[in-house]
């Protein structure tokens, strides 16, 4: 299987930044692609930044300009660089990686526990 360990979060104020990381063990064979999810109290969890294993990002429209997502394939580690924060941005933060796992070569989806990301002033 497949462990996802997130790390980073916390409190900020408006318009300022964290810088959040996401390190993938386990029986890893390969990781397609990585992305981040987040889901604010009331409110369904939703697309925050996905990228390929080639490098090929995404980001959802309230982000775009403001979060950089990036990846080190030799660590199987990815990265959400959040900048410019806004009190909307208050969320639990996923990490999510797409994964085939040895011996059964299965690919599957795996999820970290969360890490709470509070902007306050």
């Known amino acids: 299987q497949v462990q996802l360990v997130e790390s980073g979060g916390g409190l900020v104020q408006p318009g300022g930044s964290l810088r959040l990381s996401c390190a993938a063990s386990?029986?890893?064979?390969?990781?397609?692609?990585m992305g981040w999810y987040r889901q604010a109290p009331g409110k369904q969890r939703e697309l925050v930044a996905a990228?390929?294993?080639?490098?090929?990002?995404n980001y959802a429209d309230s982000v775009k300009g403001r979060f950089t997502i990036s990846r080190d394939n030799a660590k199987n580690t990815v990265y959400l660089q959040m900048n410019s924060l806004k009190l909307e941005d208050t969320a639990v933060y996923y990490c999510?990686?797409?994964?085939?796992?040895?011996?059964?070569?299965?690919?599957?989806?795996?999820w970290g526990q969360g890490t709470q990301v509070t902007v306050s002033s």
């Open positions: 990228i390929t294993s080639g490098g090929t990002t």
């Open positions: 999510n990686a797409e994964a085939k796992v040895v011996p059964t070569l299965r690919v599957r989806d795996y």
């Open positions: 386990g029986s890893i064979f390969s990781i397609y692609g």
